[in-house]
């Protein structure tokens, strides 16, 4: 996790933040890669993918995403294992398998649709390329509504991809408001701005309790707390003992009461 990214939360000395560790600059495009993307022109690029995990989705679904992306003036890269969609429009290439942080990295990448795993989130945050997002499972929800509460992504679910032409006009939003590019460039900007890498910094660490023989002065006290002071188990019996005395207390002074009561009107009949 990054705190670009992650809402700020206190922790240990022994914890060490490593977000965006795999991302990188962008290498030179496959040849076949590179003219589609060129032949886009000044409308640039729209990549799509729903990560390794979904290779495709129902068929109505499909459809209704590829008749959206013919209705745009940029060319759409789609990664896409299914049947070809019968609404596919001469613009979208549909492929096996995309070098997608090569992808989002290219100066033509206008929008990157996808599930909102934590690569690819961290990869378009790294290259500063808005988001449209479909969560599907896991964390990828959450991933997204991150991304929507910092305006650097739009959100929707895959049950109103087909509804109303959501996923068109999601898309569109995105592309022609500025300030959806401008703040995941800002995010992008602030990520990058660190005295070394992400992977470097880990690198350092593990080598550097390696160095240490696990670096103890690190570790948090409760590594030497017993079992029942670390579960508080201690602290949940005095307050339980307490609890029971004071309830003991006022049931023996009610029956104390009670019993008082009691014979002062015996005596009196």
């Not at 989002?104 to 599930?115: E, I, S, Y």
């Not at 992504?153 to 509804?163: E, G, S």
């Not at 023996?252 to 015996?266: A, G, N, Q, R």
Request: glycine fraction near 6%.
């Amino acid at each position: 996790m990054d705190f670009v990214f992650e809402f700020p939360r206190p922790t240990m000395p022994n914890v060490v933040y490593m977000g965006g560790f795999q991302c990188k600059p962008a290498k030179p495009l496959p040849e076949h890669l590179e003219e589609f993307v060129q032949s886009s022109g000044e409308h640039g690029v729209i990549l799509m993918s729903l990560g390794t995990f979904v290779s495709e989705l129902p068929a109505d679904v499909t459809n209704v995403i590829a008749a959206a992306f013919a209705k745009l003036p940029q060319k759409v890269i789609w990664r896409h294992k299914g049947d070809r969609p019968a609404t596919l429009g001469n613009n979208t290439l549909i492929v096996d398998w995309i070098p997608q942080n090569d992808l989002l990295g290219h100066p033509k990448m206008k929008l990157f649709v996808a599930h909102g795993g934590t690569n690819g989130v961290q990869e378009a945050m790294y290259h500063g390329v808005p988001v449209v997002g479909l969560p599907l499972f896991f964390d990828q929800f959450d991933n997204l509504l991150r991304l929507k509460e910092r305006g650097a992504a739009t959100l929707l679910t895959i049950n109103t991809v087909d509804k109303d032409n959501n996923f068109l006009e999601a898309i569109q939003e995105v592309l022609n408001e500025p300030s959806y590019r401008m703040n995941m460039q800002r995010l992008s900007r602030l990520h990058r701005d660190q005295p070394i890498t992400p992977l470097e910094n880990a690198i350092f660490w593990i080598e550097f309790v390696m160095r240490h023989k696990g670096a103890a002065h690190l570790k948090a006290e409760s590594y030497r707390m017993p079992w029942y002071s670390y579960h508080s188990v201690d602290v949940v019996l005095f307050l339980a003992g307490a609890v029971l005395l004071v309830l003991s207390t006022i049931f023996i002074f009610i029956w104390c009461l009670y019993t008082t009561v009691c014979k002062h009107k015996v005596k009196r009949d």
